[in-house]
């Protein structure tokens, strides 16, 4: 890396105060939506595209600041832990929603169909409902719905998202041998599943929506089920942006095998889409 | 941006002084600057989350419906949390984090010094947006500041407002632990080993380990509130499966470890102010680091003791009740270990030093009600009373808030090279020690009587005590103007007196920071220092 030995401390940063107003706009347009104020999706729009263009420029800025040398080897450390922690506490954020789907499945469904404290909560409540998974609820929320299996799309969706986890490793093999064609080769390999990945996902979900009755709304199975995969697959497009940026920089001939932070980055996350996807595949779609 | 980085892509570039005029603090990436604005929006936060409290306290003096409506008045205990917890306590830290614990650790700098700058703007957003719900239909969320559902969905206007603003909360937070981490892990001049930093830099890397873990927690609970307003999930409602309960585990697997984020600095602060006036190392300095590490470990496993009443397997209740006893263990250590670094020590009685003394006994009496509270059977009479207001408010009063004075007392000539007028910080201190316990004390014979919380109005019976804790609590508000003035005056230059770049007696064997002059210069420790004061230990 880069022979400076002071760790480089920029004096003023302009993005960070897009960024704030970008990301406080769109929040605040979206809640005047949902609350059917008219101005809110014009907010959205607005506060979003400020937001895009904050990523753009404060990219570049990192992208120019790395290429030309200013990071030595101590910044880079902590752009690696900076990441590594917050790669914790999206697993963190997905944790919730595990958490959410074996508490309900395991107990609060049982006690409604009369398990353990939950004897008189069935006989008074509801006392024709028999705790089965998947369900929606005694209520029979949002009507009859047929539960996603496991073995159509989602398994080839399995395989796709694991071939790309293989691919980028090839792509982080070629960068650190110095195969310039093969690290984008397998980044264009990485970035090509991982959109094929949510256009079969979307697929799913049309399927879901249109022939088996399956919704967001359809009780705690829909809930947990839209909400798990829905918040993965977002993760799986913002991994595939990322690395649609390392891909773009990849062929304007940045990154050396000594100093590729953004690629790591990239590649971490991408990684821990995947770890989480297995983890649904295994809890949402198989059991 | 490319020709701003052109022209600092030297060595010089540490030399710089700050930006000139009001841009200055939109964008800047100093350390000292994003303390300073962290500190300064704490206090601010600190008086309308004062003033929301003495709406709540005049509405209390006596029984009957006085000032305002009883949906007002739960908007009012709400938002008196949410500002005193996410807008006042938790940033001030990060503002002392920011401050000091480059200086602490010899380093130039935060880690990630432009993220630095997006943490606190963003946490001013969240807090904007917040406060934003006081004015829209419906007002602000009145369910609490926990937001249980069902309750809280019946919320108007503001709901979708308050669920972002904890988002944007949350994010803040991370950003601002994140950078903690990355600092102490990858900051410290050489020399400076993990065994050998104060203890308030030891209890921030503890604490933005929580908020890390929890925080993400949080943003998920509050976004299955959005969803099933919004969007038909059914999470939290019983008809499709879910259960109202399951957001109150998801909850306090949040809260308590929150609580121990806006303490455990509280105990750093204290154990760095402690030795310095008694004129003796740290009593076990090990054990304290130890103590915090169990302390923060066990948050994560007794968060039901908050839900005794909800009807809980007795297997639960019992398990939480043993696990929340063994808290009393590692905060035993550390009380006895402030005791003993006190004992037959050469103590003066500064400011800072009376505000930590005060902390030490009064936040052990908010300690043992914590211990009467975990036992299960106990806590079915005390729960939802003025009891657990009382509890948590003397962990948190005379505790963090108390610890955060001290530390503003102590650091504050450090950071404006000025003395503050030692005999209106005595005055400031006397005021608020008496008052905070004529506010809080009596809370606890309130609840032991039965007088629920979060109720606009109670039963006659009531009224004395009532009446006693409100004129204390008016006499605690307006007492912290006098800390307003202190902090202007001081920066104005408080005494005349010019400051020693050490302080107080001694104070540069303590810690890096005293080693620097008063004010330091805008950046400090360009080169690590190579002598680490070690008379903490």
């Known amino acids: 890396m880069s022979t400076n030995n002071a760790y480089y401390i920029p004096h003023r940063a302009t993005w960070p105060i897009l960024a704030t107003l970008g990301l406080t706009i769109t929040l605040a347009g979206f809640a005047n939506y949902l609350n059917g104020v008219a101005i809110g999706p014009v907010m959205m729009v607005i506060g979003f595209a400020a937001f895009i263009v904050m990523l753009a420029g404060w990219f570049t800025l990192q992208a120019t600041e790395s290429e030309s040398g200013m990071y030595n080897t101590q910044v880079g450390i902590s752009y690696r832990m900076g990441m590594m922690w917050f790669i914790f506490s999206e ?8 958490g959410t789907l074996w508490y309900t499945r395991n107990l609060s469904v049982q006690w409604l169909g009369g398990e353990g404290v939950g004897a008189a909560t069935k006989e008074l409540l509801w006392p024709s409902f028999e705790a089965n998974w998947p369900t929606n609820g005694p209520g029979n929320v949002g009507g009859e719905f047929e539960p996603m299996g496991a073995w159509g799309l989602p398994f080839i969706n399995t395989l796709i998202l694991l071939s790309s986890g293989v691919t980028c490793t090839w792509a982080h093999h070629g960068l650190l041998a110095k195969k310039r064609d093969q690290l984008i080769k397998g980044l264009i390999a990485t970035v090509v599943l991982g959109f094929l990945f949510v256009l079969f996902q979307a697929f799913e979900y049309h399927e879901a929506y ?13 809930s947990t089920f839209f909400m798990l995969t829905g918040f993965h697959g977002l993760h799986v497009c913002i991994g ?3 690395l649609s940026v390392v891909l773009f920089r990849s062929v304007k001939g940045h990154f050396k095998p000594e100093n590729h932070f953004a690629f790591e980055a990239a590649a971490w996350y991408w990684h821990f889409v995947d770890v989480v996807w297995l983890g649904l595949f295994i809890f949402v779609y198989l059991m | 941006m490319s020709a701003v980085v052109a022209e600092h892509d030297d060595h010089e570039h540490h030399d710089h002084g700050p930006e000139k005029g009001l ?6 990436t100093n350390h000292k600057d994003i303390g300073t604005l962290y500190l300064v929006f704490a206090l601010a936060m600190f008086f309308v989350g004062g003033a929301m409290a003495m709406v709540i306290r005049a509405e209390l003096f006596e029984p009957g419906m006085q000032f305002v409506q009883p949906q007002f008045f739960n908007s009012m205990t709400t938002m008196h949390a949410l500002v005193m917890v996410f807008g006042a306590v938790m940033p001030a830290f990060v503002g002392l984090a920011n401050w000091m614990i480059p200086m602490m650790i010899g380093a130039p700098d935060m880690a990630l010094p432009r993220m630095n700058n997006m943490s606190f703007w963003v946490l001013v957003a969240g807090v904007l947006l917040l406060a934003s719900t006081l004015f829209m239909e419906g007002g602000a969320p009145a369910g609490g500041w926990t937001l249980y559902p ?3 969905l019946q919320t108007g206007d503001a709901l979708p407002f308050a669920i972002f603003s904890v988002h944007l909360l949350g994010i803040s937070s991370i950003m601002g632990a994140i950078n903690i981490i990355a600092t102490i892990f990858n900051m410290r001049a050489p020399g400076m080993t993990l065994m050998k930093m104060p203890l308030f830099v030891w209890t921030w890397l503890i604490t933005a380990f929580l908020l890390i873990a929890v925080m993400p927690v949080f943003a998920g609970a509050v976004t299955m509130l959005l969803t099933d307003k919004f969007f038909g999930t059914t999470f939290f409602d019983a008809a499709g499966g879910g259960d109202p309960v399951l957001y109150q585990h998801i909850f306090w697997f949040f809260g308590h470890p929150e609580v121990y984020i806006m303490i455990l600095p509280t ?14 190392p740290l009593f076990g300095y090990n054990s304290m680091v130890y103590a915090t590490a169990s302390i923060a470990f066990l948050s994560f496993i007794v968060w039901a003791h908050h839900m005794f009443t909800v009807g809980m397997p007795m297997a639960g209740e019992l398990y939480f009740m043993y696990a929340t006893m063994l808290i009393a263990i590692p905060t035993g250590v550390k009380v006895f270990n402030w005791t003993a670094t006190m004992w037959k020590g050469a103590m003066t009685f500064e400011t800072p030093m009376l505000f930590s003394i005060s902390f030490v006994i009064l936040f052990t009496i908010g300690g043992f009600t914590g211990l009467m509270m975990a036992i299960a059977p106990s806590d079915f009479q005390y729960h939802d009373t003025y009891f657990i207001v009382a509890h948590f408010h003397y962990t948190l009063v005379p505790a963090s808030i108390f610890i955060l004075m001290a530390a503003g007392y102590y650091w504050l000539p450090k950071w404006t090279g000025n003395m503050y007028n030692e005999k209106i910080g005595q005055l400031h201190f006397w005021l608020s020690v008496v008052s905070v316990n004529i506010l809080f004390f009596p809370q606890h014979f309130l609840g032991l009587a039965g007088m629920p919380r979060r109720i606009p109005d109670y039963a006659v019976q009531f009224a004395d005590w009532n009446m006693i804790s409100s004129i204390g609590g008016f006499i605690f508000g307006v007492s912290q103007l006098l800390f307003l003035y202190i902090v202007v005056d001081t920066i104005r230059g408080g005494t005349g007196e010019k400051v020693t770049d050490e302080v107080w ?15 330091p210069p805008y950046h400090t420790f360009t080169t690590p220092p190579t002598v680490i004061p070690t008379e903490h230990l």
């Open chain 1, 91 to 98: 697993i963190m954020f997905f944790a919730v929603f595990f």
């Open chain 1, 210 to 222: 249109t022939e088996m009755g399956l919704t967001l709304g359809s009780g705690i199975y829909g």
């Open chain 1, 240 to 242: 595939a942006i990322f």
């Open chain 2, 23 to 28: 841009l200055r603090w939109f964008v800047t």
């Open chain 2, 150 to 152: 069902p309750l809280v």
């Open chain 2, 267 to 280: 105990f750093g602060v204290a154990s760095t102010i402690i030795p310095v006036f008694a004129r003796k």
């Open chain 2, 505 to 519: 007696e001694d104070a540069h064997k303590h810690g890096l920071e005293w080693t620097l002059p008063s004010p």
